[in-house]
């Protein structure tokens, strides 16, 4: 009777660990700042089905998400992740509040303040080519891979502070600036393939715009040189330019910007929360 006590007591045991293991056991795990401008990467079942308030997902063959949020994004965003069998689950994800510098910067060559109908046409049909390339969609999960910093120097510049150039306020930065002598070498931070690459754009001079799957990219601007070409598969690390001083720039630097989509990332947060493995 005792024995057949003691096995009822254990097999209970064990049920209710189960049960309690499987009430811990994450739908989705999630990783980076939640916060305006955070890149956030989840790992979920390859068949779920996910959504980041009314929008649809990409979830890769592997399980992998990614999202992120726009500079002014605050509040609870809802997260909702569709299960095969057609279950629902809510999770909520409450946004820190963040604030942002304000940046006045002087001796801006005016035309590129205040540019003359044909500088802004050029600038609007520049600003179409990069939209485009940045709608690039792959599966690949380059992001996955330790991020590394792309130039060595002094931070002259973080996303979000707003821009007052000569006196006239500008849209937000939206990148991360390292300041550093004409010349010095610019890597890539993430395996991807080239996307975009030109010497010469009105605003931000030479740029390149690399893709590293799931609708994620990073962009180099101002470069003094342009090193790769579209298509170009790169290995992480690998040398693609340098730091310049051209387009809309009063010295050298190299403005580096993350984005998932058309949403502008925060570079800093991306160093901060994923230059170690997650998965």
């Known amino acids: 009777m005792r024995r057949v006590i003691k096995t009822a007591l254990l097999l209970g045991f064990a049920l209710n660990m189960a049960s309690a293991t499987a009430a811990t056991d994450?739908?989705?795990e999630l990783h980076g700042a939640k916060t305006a401008g955070g890149l956030?990467?989840?790992k979920t079942a390859p068949s779920n089905q996910v959504k980041l308030n009314e929008q649809t997902l990409k979830v890769s063959p592997e399980g992998v998400v990614?999202?992120?949020f726009e500079r002014d994004a605050q509040g609870v965003q809802k997260l909702t992740i569709q299960l095969a069998d057609g279950t629902q689950h809510e999770q909520l994800i409450e946004l820190a509040p963040r604030e942002y510098k304000i940046d006045r910067v002087?001796?801006?060559p005016q035309r590129t303040v205040t540019p003359d109908p044909e500088q802004v046409a050029r600038a609007r049909k520049e600003a179409a080519a990069v939209w485009q390339a940045r709608q690039t969609q792959t599966d690949d999960l380059h992001f996955l891979t330790p991020v590394v910093?792309?130039?060595k120097g002094r931070i002259s510049g973080v996303y979000g502070s707003q821009r007052i150039f000569n006196g006239?306020?500008?849209n937000p930065h939206f990148g991360l600036d390292v300041a550093a002598p004409t010349g010095t070498p610019v890597k890539v931070v993430w395996p991807g393939e080239v996307v975009f690459a030109d010497p010469d754009l009105f605003y931000s001079g030479g740029t390149i715009i690399v893709n590293h799957g799931l609708g994620v990219t990073t962009t180099y601007i101002h470069l003094s040189a342009v090193d790769v070409e579209v298509g170009q598969q790169l290995k992480?690390?690998?040398?693609?330019?340098?730091?310049g001083a051209t387009g809309r720039a009063t010295g050298p630097h190299l403005d580096w910007r993350v984005n998932w989509g058309n949403v502008r990332l925060d570079p800093a947060l991306v160093l901060e929360h994923f230059d170690q493995p997650i998965f």
């Open 26 to 28: 994450p739908i989705i």
């Open 40 to 42: 956030l990467i989840g």
């Open 66 to 68: 990614v999202f992120g």
């Open 106 to 108: 002087e001796g801006v």
């Open 149 to 151: 910093a792309p130039a």
């Open 168 to 170: 006239e306020p500008r």
């Open 236 to 243: 992480q690390g690998e040398v693609i330019g340098a730091i």
